[in-house]
């Protein structure tokens, strides 16, 4: 089992940054591939980016050269540093795990929310 905090969110300009971050506690963080999705007020949850266990990362093209998702597995930890925020990027940030293998994203944080202001 795996548990998840996100933290980091909070109300900011448009332009500024803000870095998210995500701690992982109980099984094998470093085996895992970490994600972070977002749900924008009024819309169906989407993937923003993820990272495999040796460091591959994906992103979303929403977010692509603006976002850096990156972990340190010594502290069970995923980071969103998130650059440029438009209003766009507003909405509640949640930090899931995939086990190695599978397909799905198993479990969830219970996430963050980032204000944009314009």
């Known amino acids: 089992q795996v548990k998840l905090a996100e933290s980091g969110g909070g109300l900011v300009q448009a332009g500024d940054s803000l870095r998210l971050s995500c701690e992982a506690s109980?099984?094998?963080?470093?085996?895992?591939?970490m994600g972070w999705f977002r749900q924008p007020p009024g819309k169906e949850r989407e993937f923003v980016a993820h990272i495999l266990r040796g460091g591959g990362r994906t992103y979303a093209d929403a977010v692509k050269g603006r976002f850096t998702i990156s972990r340190d597995n010594a502290k069970n930890t995923v980071y969103l540093q998130m650059d440029i925020l438009k209003a766009g990027d507003a909405g509640d940030y949640f930090c899931?795990?995939?086990?190695?293998?599978?397909?799905?994203?198993?479990?969830w944080g219970q996430g963050t929310h980032v204000t944009v202001s314009s």
């Open positions: 899931a795990a995939r086990r190695p293998g599978t397909r799905a994203f198993d479990y």
């Open positions: 109980g099984s094998i963080f470093n085996t895992y591939v």
